[in-house]
């Protein structure tokens, strides 16, 4: 089975408020995990990445935390908006081979206005 | 959907036939990949390419073919060996060696 998994598969939010999205893995051995945003009948877009060198890395209104110790990596987005509704998945490079991802099953994340 | 166009974005298959959905790079990217997304559930990797005239099979590659004869091309061969082919699939390429990702807008699969 796929070692990439979330805690939640639905998440909603109030406008304006900040939202977390959490995901577990399971091989302590992966060293690259990235997240997604997928909107409705789209292709995936690369949100923000981060190496398992790192703890911590932000962009523009997101965050993503890595815990090597639990194995979680939480995405974090600042100031929801309506156009963050969408899923969002999380996954890791498992045999350090460019590309072949290990992709979680997805939070769908509605943000109320 | 940066530099990556797949077509059509919908597809029907009658049963028994072969259908091959597209899907076009701009990017000059080595790498080229498949993956295959049914509701609520992650994307599974059907077949990957990191050169023209070679590919490997993913983890769910039964029932599918590909081939690479151009760089800028990957196209991929639903078969009727394909039982349950009724999924979006989605194309994607990156770097060689780079884990990144770059999508395309998708194809949905469906059987009448």
């Known amino acids: 089975g796929e070692s990439v998994g979330l805690h939640l598969p639905t998440l909603s939010v109030q406008e304006g408020d900040n939202s977390i999205i959490n995901c577990a893995y399971s091989?302590?051995?992966?060293?690259?995990f990235i997240w997604y945003k997928q909107e409705s009948g789209k292709g995936p877009q690369f949100i923000i990445d981060?190496?398992?060198?790192?703890d911590k890395r932000q962009g523009q209104r997101v965050t993503v935390l890595l815990n090597k110790t639990v194995k979680h990596l939480s995405l974090q987005i600042a100031a929801t908006q309506p156009g963050d509704s969408a899923v969002y998945f999380c996954?890791?490079?498992?045999?350090?081979?460019?590309?072949?991802?290990?992709f979680g099953q997805g939070t769908e994340l509605s943000v109320k206005p | 959907d940066g530099g990556i166009t797949q077509s059509p974005k919908y597809l029907f298959r009658k049963e028994g036939q072969n259908v091959t959905l597209s899907c076009e790079q701009n990017?000059?990217?080595?790498?080229m990949y498949w993956y295959r997304q049914d509701p609520g559930q992650g994307l599974r990797l059907i077949y990957y390419?990191?050169?023209?005239?070679?590919?490997q099979k993913g983890d769910i590659a039964e029932g599918y073919s590909v081939s690479r004869e151009k760089k800028e091309s990957f196209p991929l061969t639903v078969t009727s060996a394909q039982k349950n082919p009724t999924a979006f699939y989605l194309c994607?390429?990156?770097?060689?060696?780079?884990?990144?990702?770059?999508f395309g807008s998708g194809t949905q699969l469906s059987v009448l």
């Open positions: 994607a390429s990156s770097i060689l060696q780079d884990e990144k990702l770059f």
């Open positions: 091989n302590s051995a992966s060293d690259y």
């Open positions: 981060i190496r398992s060198n790192m």
């Open positions: 996954a890791e490079n498992q045999d350090n081979q460019g590309g072949k991802l290990i």
């Open positions: 990017l000059n990217h080595d790498a």
């Open positions: 390419s990191q050169i023209v005239n070679d590919f």
